[in-house]
């Protein structure tokens, strides 16, 4: 039933199409958008207008960004020996705020899922190899979620790249079946500083 309106029940029937709100959430959210001041309406409608035309991904790293190389991969002080590879760019964000990693990163977008038609050719591990091949990097820490679909991308990669340099895999202490993007910072520190060797 239209309640509100046209304007509203539209808004909140897109803003339910976002992942976590559900329709009273959505409402309330098209409530609060409503009671802006018109200014801060157009901002939220030009920021989200912005973040959609105008991100790109990292010519390197694949991360998301506003310029191309992003400032990880062009910060001079960074550790350029070592890549972990990550399943997208929450992940990297959530590895960044724990302060304890200095190296690179490679976003692979994704992880392999057979039931949902991923195969290794949707990924960016094309990419990585070829960062690999090129020389310089010592060790590849595989810090893919520890989940089953995680997994495989991780032992994927690591045979691929196991006689190019040193495959290393973040230490258990994530939770598996998790996500990296909502594990605790103490944890991804420890996580990373407990990373083994994949073959040996």
């Known amino acids: 039933m239209n309640i509100y309106g046209n304007h509203i029940t539209k808004l909140i029937e897109e803003l339910s199409r976002l992942p ?5 959430s959505a409402a309330r959210l098209a409530f609060h ?3 802006m001041p018109p200014e801060r309406a157009a901002g939220l409608a030009n920021a989200i207008l912005d973040a959609k035309n105008k991100v790109i991904y990292c010519q390197t790293c694949s991360t998301i960004t506003d310029i ?8 001079i002080k960074r550790d350029t020996t070592t890549i972990m590879v990550v ?20 976003v692979l977008q994704g992880a392999i899922s057979p039931m949902a038609g991923i195969t290794p050719d949707h990924l960016r591990i094309k990419e990585l190899v070829q960062r690999v091949a ?3 990097i010592k060790e590849i820490i595989l810090a893919t979620n520890p989940n089953v679909e995680g997994e495989a991308t991780a032992m994927y990669i690591g045979k691929l790249l196991k006689d190019m340099v040193t495959v290393t895999r973040i230490a258990h202490g994530v939770p ?9 910072q103490i944890t991804l520190a420890r996580a990373l500083e407990g990373r083994r060797e994949v073959f040996v």
């Open 87 to 106: 399943e997208d760019p929450r992940d990297l964000g959530a590895y960044e705020r724990t302060g304890e990693y200095r190296g690179l990163y490679h």
């Open 176 to 184: 598996i079946g998790g996500d990296l993007e909502y594990v605790d």
């Open 33 to 35: 958008i409503v009671d």
């Open 68 to 75: 191309s190389p992003c400032k990880i991969c062009d910060n």
């Open 20 to 24: 976590g709100i559900g329709a009273k």
């Open 134 to 136: 090129k020389g310089n």
